[in-house]
Structure formats: structure tokens, C-alpha cells
């Protein structure tokens, strides 16, 4: 598989890549030639050496990505990807999220969040052999998924050979390739500079998706070390990260047409799924979805005054709801629009005839999608259920207890025998979560949550309920709101588990101490699990027989695709990769083009005075006024804010390094426009677009009306 699968990219015509393609660091020699005709001035071979510029200045930033910018370790990212820890260090009387920070001095930076770390990848191996090994003499599919977990944990184990390190194996292909992946892990991580929420989150979830934009859509952290270099726990004596590499700063940006690329860490996306998941994913998982995440937010919004405290413990995640609830909507109507279930239904008979018009493959893949097909329907058959409770993660206290006392059954294994995320390299993670929750926890907020999706579970038929909810929390027979309100009143009065050394002290009790608890949460832990296990063990089952088909179905399209000459990339699974393209306009509909830049002016004329538009009398006077220093953009009469790339980009992207030609940052990628959201499911060259904040608003920021002096000093801005 692996010697073919790199062949296929090699020999691919390069008048076949478009902009679409997430890139993994090994394939991007094979693509030199295109990418020097689009503007690449860097060594596209040194592009896939990790230890090399610019590879080692990107970082990953827990669930999103940034770059070092200074060699004292100085890190840029979103404003949104800081938005948690901008959000832990608020409070009504020094609300930073809503006022901005910044740390004139290193004393002043803020102490790092419990858990907060950052991770540069060093290496990427190719480890399917070893991962696979073992797995032909499965009898079934828990077998199979259990025979590539143990292998996979023995690899991770023999990697991390100290706490410097953070390795993780990654599934391409859906299981037809694996690699082995290490990362340095940097474990003090402090807040630099957040500018206000006028700045950084300008638009707010009415611009969220949209174009124009004009949101500075940025925040700096520091990375700190131990005085030998290496990465250690918070101290005061630590000091900053040295990076082998750092990006400079464009002061001169870029133009309409300019060359740009980005390198991050994209999450998902889904564009080797068949016909039935697209249909499935579309008219039922999005719109239930949606209005899950809106009923929460609705609920924490009417649960938690603005501005009080409990509002800004959940500030975070209304704004993770929200994001997704549009991004939701808005692949409901590019459903509608675009077609992409007759496009992938067309695509799905075209490989099949491809499949059946040779013998050899017709035996070996002629099954598959009917076979994936009915494995997919089986995924699906609670679907209602399985959105609701999935949706119960939202409540903390049912999800805290549940965690401890998973915890304290797993340690009575060998480590290599845990679950994953139960082993002795997640205790860290685990104990910092449980010290995160003062600051995102409210007893009422918590309360309602659970009523809510309570109240919607109690509502599913009788045959889709569980025996050990109904029994926890009386849900058998009519449903009764008061009664549910009731008990749940009791169970918020009576635990411990919103103090932090209770929760704090479970990490270290025995399962015979959670069961001898009369904690209702631990309680309720306990008396779910032997269920919960019972239908984690079926879940593995069915994902080992997923993984066992999905392999020979992605096998048939890469073949395929290579047989047509198109573009062969893995689907992005939170791993580095790198992308390419252009700064271009792009018509969302009929008699409409969007420039690529939006301006300081535009910025103005959106200004109300009001959130989520609400510029500083500050900012609109320097606009007014025309102060734009060295960052104006003579093409555009003014300083850039945000603009336009056709590169393909998905969540994880936030916070990831723009860089021209030379390897220098640009801008920072924030977001997509909502025309080009479906793109995690079928790329469109003429709708799929980026949003990037520009440099030069991020430097005029900074200079005229944050005094960011000191961080500007430190970095080297080019002009």
C-alpha cells in the first residue's frame, strides 16, 4: 500500500492540482515544479524536513495551530484559539476578554492555564506495518480494533522515552496507513497580549463565516522552559523557549494575486465518504445538531446574566456553540445549493463502473461500498439517542464523575492494558482538567444543561432508553419535569464535586471508594459503567469491522483517482500538512464579486457602538484621521484588515501561519467564507475561500492602538 500510495502522488500531471489538497510535509517535493510556478522562492525538498525552516516554526496549539514569531519563544496564534485562556484569567473585576492584555514586561505574563501546552512536530513515520501486525487472525472486529489499539500504545510507549516528548500514532486513509508521530511538548505556556473583543472578535457571530470581514482575529503566548532547555512545569525561575526557527513579520503583505501558503494542523474532513454518510451527515446530523447547540446557548444565555461571572466561565463555550451551530447552517443550505450528494452519488457509480469494467478488481472491490454501506447504517441506527447524549458532555458534573471513577478502574491495569487517555501519560491531562473547571463551571448553568438533554432523552421512545439512565435518574414511565427538577435539585445541593480538592482527591481513590460513596454524581458514575462498558465494547466491534473495510474502499479510490490523474491526498485528521494557492476574489452568487480585501474604512463603516460592532472611539478616530504608518496598501488607499485565499483550509487551520513566497508570515488563516463550509466534504475551487487577518492590521494594532512596543521590538518585521 504505502510504496503505491506515494507513487500515485509522484507520478500525478502537475496540471491536475488545483488549490484543493491537504498536504502531508513528505509529498510537498513531488508538487516543486507547480509550486514555484505559483510563487514559491523557498526549497520545496527542505519543505518536508520537520527540522527545518519554516516547518519548525509551526506549532500545534491544541485543537489549533501557531508559529513562533521572536527567538525568545514568543508565539502567535487566533484570538479565538486563546480565547479559553483569555477566558480563565477574566473575571467581572478585570474582564481581559472584554478590555484586552497586554504584558509590557516578561513578570506580567499571565501564568499558564492548568493544561495549556503547545506541541512542534519533529517527526513523522510511516509505521502501518507494525500497526497492522497481527491483525489477519482477528475473529471479529473488537479482535481487530483491540489488535491495532495494543500495538498502537506499545509504539507510542517505546517513543515517548521522556516527558519532553508527546507521540501519538495517526490513522490516514481511514486505517490504510498509519504514521508515528512525535512532538515536542511544551508545558508553560503564559498569555502575552489579547487585544479587546473590539478588535479580536469585531463582528462577532453575525460576521462569524462572512465576507466582508474586518476582525483582528490574533493573541500572543510565551513558551517557557527550564533553565537547561527543556521543557518543564510551570516555574518562575523557567525561561523563555529558544526556537531553532522563528517567522519573520511582513510589514509589506501581499496582493491581489500574490502566492501564498499556509502550514497547520486541519481537524477533519470528509471527502472520501460515501453517498449514504453524505445524505445521512446532511439531512439528519446537521440540522438535529444545530438546534442542539442553540437550545444550549439559549439555555446558558438565559441561565447567566451578561457580564456576570458565571457568563464569562461560559463565554468559551458559547462561542464554540455558536460557531459550530453556523457552520452547521450553513452546510444545510450548501446542501440545498450545491448538490453535493448527486456529485458524490456520480462520483460513487463512476468508481463502481470503473471497479466492475476489470475482473481482478471487480473481486477485490466490487462488495466494498455495499459492504461499508451496511456497517454505516449500523453506526446509525440511535441516532437520535446518540446526539443527545452526546450532547450531555456540555454538563460537567455527570462527565466529572464519570471521568474519575473510569480513571480509578483503569489504574488497577498495566499501563499498557488502559484505555487510552487513561494512562499514566494522561494523569497530567486529566488532573488539570479537574482544575480548569472553577473557572468554567456554574452550579445553575451545570443543573440546566442536564434537565434540558434530560428532558429530551425522557421524550425518545421506550425502546430507544437505557436501563441504567432511566433507573439513575427516574425516567421510567411518564415523564415528569418536577420531579426531574427535583431530584436534580438534591443531587446539585449534596455533591463535592464542585470544589477543586474534591475532585482533585478522587484522582487517587480506588473503585472500592467510589462505590462506598454517597456523592449522587459519583454515584451515578458507579451505576452506569458496567452498562457504559457494555456498549463501548459493541462500539469497538463495529469501528474494528469499519476499519477493516474502509481501507479496501479508500484502496479503490486512490486507484481511481490515480487512473484520472487527480489530486491524491489523505483527509485531514489533525495532523501537519500544508497548503497552497492564491489571494483572489470569488463570486458567492450571481452578479456578485468579492474583492479580496477588506479596509480600515469598511471596518468604520460597520461601527455601531454596539457589540458585536462596537470599534473604540480610539481606533475610528486614528481611522478618521488617516494614520496608517507604514502598513497602508497603496493599491487599496489604506491599511488591509483581512483578506481572500483559495488555499484549502479547515477547522484546526485557526491560527495557522499565512507566509509568502520567502517563508514569511503574511497573516494569520481565521476562517472560511459560508459558501465554502460543505468544502470539508467536496472542495470548490470557485467557492472554497480563506480569511485571513492581515499583517499589517495586525501591526497597526499593535503600534497605534494597543503600545505593543515591546512585542513589535522583539519580532522582525520586514518591510
Given at each position: ?21 491537504m498536504w502531508q510535509p513528505y509529498q510537498i517535493p513531488s508538487l516543486e515544479d507547480k509550486l514555484t510556478k505559483m510563487g514559491l522562492e523557498i526549497d520545496a525538498k527542505s519543505m518536508a524536513d520537520l527540522g527545518a525552516f519554516p516547518m519548525n516554526a509551526i506549532i500545534n496549539f491544541g485543537g489549533c495551530t501557531a508559529s513562533f514569531v521572536s527567538p525568545d519563544g514568543l508565539v502567535v496564534t487566533n ?399 411518564k415523564f415528569d419535569a418536577d420531579a426531574l427538577k427535583s431530584k436534580l435539585d438534591s443531587m446539585y445541593a449534596t455533591t463535592d464535586l464542585g470544589k477543586a480538592d474534591t475532585r482533585l482527591a478522587w484522582l487517587d481513590k480506588t473503585p472500592e471508594e467510589f462505590q462506598a460513596s454517597n456523592d449522587p454524581f459519583i454515584r451515578y458514575a458507579v451505576a452506569t459503567y458496567d452498562a457504559k462498558m457494555k ?185
Amino acid at each position: 500500500m504505502r510504496a503505491w500510495l506515494t507513487a500515485a502522488v509522484v507520478a500525478l500531471p502537475l496540471t491536475a492540482l488545483a488549490d484543493e489538497g491537504m498536504w502531508q510535509p513528505y509529498q510537498i517535493p513531488s508538487l516543486e515544479d507547480k509550486l514555484t510556478k505559483m510563487g514559491l522562492e523557498i526549497d520545496a525538498k527542505s519543505m518536508a524536513d520537520l527540522g527545518a525552516f519554516p516547518m519548525n516554526a509551526i506549532i500545534n496549539f491544541g485543537g489549533c495551530t501557531a508559529s513562533f514569531v521572536s527567538p525568545d519563544g514568543l508565539v502567535v496564534t487566533n484570538h479565538h484559539c486563546g480565547y479559553g485562556a483569555i477566558q480563565y484569567h477574566s473575571t467581572p473585576e478585570d474582564n481581559i476578554l472584554e478590555n484586552g492584555f497586554l504584558a509590557k514586561t516578561r513578570s506580567e505574563e499571565k501564568e499558564p492555564v492548568p493544561g495549556y501546552k503547545i506541541w512542534a512536530t519533529e517527526s513523522m513515520v510511516d509505521v502501518t506495518d507494525k500497526v497492522l501486525s497481527g491483525t489477519k487472525s482477528a475473529k471479529n472486529g473488537e479482535e481487530y480494533y483491540n489488535t491495532i489499539e495494543n500495538n498502537t500504545k506499545a509504539l507510542v510507549a517505546e517513543c515517548e522515552v521522556s516527558d519532553d516528548y508527546r507521540c501519538d500514532v495517526y490513522n490516514f486513509h481511514r486505517g490504510a496507513q498509519y504514521f508515528l508521530i512525535k512532538e515536542l511538548e511544551i508545558r508553560d505556556v503564559r498569555l502575552v497580549y489579547t487585544p479587546s473583543m473590539s478588535v479580536g472578535k469585531y463582528g462577532g457571530d453575525i460576521d462569524n463565516w462572512m465576507w466582508p470581514r474586518h476582525t483582528g482575529d490574533y493573541s500572543f503566548f510565551r513558551a517557557y522552559v527550564g533553565k537547561d532547555g527543556r521543557p518543564a512545569d510551570y516555574s518562575e525561575e523557567n525561561v523563555p523557549f529558544q526556537p531553532e526557527r522563528f517567522l519573520k513579520v511582513s510589514a509589506k503583505g501581499v496582493e491581489n494575486g500574490d502566492f501564498v501558503m499556509v502550514a497547520g494542523y486541519p481537524g477533519r474532513t470528509n471527502r472520501y465518504r460515501t453517498a449514504e454518510e453524505v445524505q445521512t451527515y446532511f439531512e439528519a446530523i446537521y440540522p438535529k445538531s444545530k438546534v442542539a447547540r442553540e437550545e444550549i446557548i439559549d439555555l446558558i444565555k438565559a441561565t447567566s446574566a451578561e457580564g456576570s461571572d458565571a457568563r464569562i466561565k461560559y463565554e468559551s463555550t458559547l462561542a464554540s456553540l455558536a460557531n459550530y451551530a453556523k457552520n452547521f447552517q450553513s452546510m444545510i443550505e450548501g446542501y440545498a445549493k450545491t448538490g453535493i450528494l448527486a456529485k458524490k452519488m456520480g462520483e460513487e457509480k463512476a468508481l463502481l463502473d470503473w471497479i466492475n469494467s476489470d475482473s481482478k478488481r471487480a473481486k477485490q472491490y466490487g462488495d466494498v461500498i455495499n459492504q461499508l454501506n451496511a456497517l454505516i447504517e449500523e453506526d446509525h441506527a440511535h441516532l437520535d439517542r446518540d446526539i443527545i447524549l452526546g450532547y450531555l458532555r456540555y454538563n460537567q458534573m455527570t462527565s466529572i464523575a464519570a471521568r474519575l471513577y473510569r480513571l480509578s478502574q483503569e489504574k488497577q491495569k498495566p499501563d499498557l492494558e488502559r484505555e487510552p487517555g487513561y494512562q499514566e501519560r494522561d494523569w497530567d491531562g486529566i488532573k488539570a482538567a479537574m482544575q480548569r473547571v472553577d473557572r468554567r463551571y456554574d452550579v445553575e448553568v451545570d443543573k440546566a444543561i442536564l434537565a434540558l438533554q434530560l428532558g429530551k432523552y425522557a421524550q425518545l421512545p421506550a425502546s430507544e432508553h437505557l436501563e441504567d439512565l432511566d433507573r439513575v435518574f427516574g425516567l421510567t414511565g411518564k415523564f415528569d419535569a418536577d420531579a426531574l427538577k427535583s431530584k436534580l435539585d438534591s443531587m446539585y445541593a449534596t455533591t463535592d464535586l464542585g470544589k477543586a480538592d474534591t475532585r482533585l482527591a478522587w484522582l487517587d481513590k480506588t473503585p472500592e471508594e467510589f462505590q462506598a460513596s454517597n456523592d449522587p454524581f459519583i454515584r451515578y458514575a458507579v451505576a452506569t459503567y458496567d452498562a457504559k462498558m457494555k456498549r463501548e465494547k459493541e462500539a469497538k466491534d463495529l469501528s474494528g469491522r469499519l476499519l477493516q473495510v474502509r481501507p479496501d474502499y479508500m484502496n479503490a479510490i486512490i486507484a481511481y483517482n490515480e487512473s484520472l490523474g487527480l489530486p491524491v491526498y489523505a483527509d485531514a485528521n489533525s495532523s501537519l500538512r500544508l497548503t497552497f494557492g492564491t489571494v483572489v476574489p470569488y463570486s458567492p452568487q450571481d452578479g456578485l464579486v468579492a474583492v479580496p480585501f477588506t479596509t480600515l474604512e469598511g471596518l468604520a463603516a460597520k461601527a455601531t457602538g454596539e457589540a458585536p460592532f462596537h470599534a473604540s472611539e480610539k481606533q475610528l478616530q486614528l481611522i478618521k484621521d488617516k494614520v496608517y504608518g507604514p502598513y497602508k496598501q497603496e493599491s487599496l488607499g489604506s491599511v488591509p484588515v483581512n483578506f481572500l485565499t483559495n488555499l484549502d483550509s479547515t477547522g484546526g487551520n485557526s491560527g495557522s501561519p499565512t507566509m509568502n513566497g520567502r517563508g514569511e508570515l503574511v497573516g494569520l488563516l481565521f476562517d472560511g467564507v459560508y459558501e465554502s463550509i460543505t468544502a470539508d466534504w467536496s472542495y470548490n475551487n470557485d467557492l472554497s475561500r480563506s480569511i485571513h487577518v492581515d499583517s499589517r492590521y495586525m501591526l497597526w494594532v499593535m503600534k497605534y492602538l494597543d503600545g505593543a512596543d515591546n512585542l513589535l521590538e522583539e519580532m522582525e518585521v520586514v518591510e
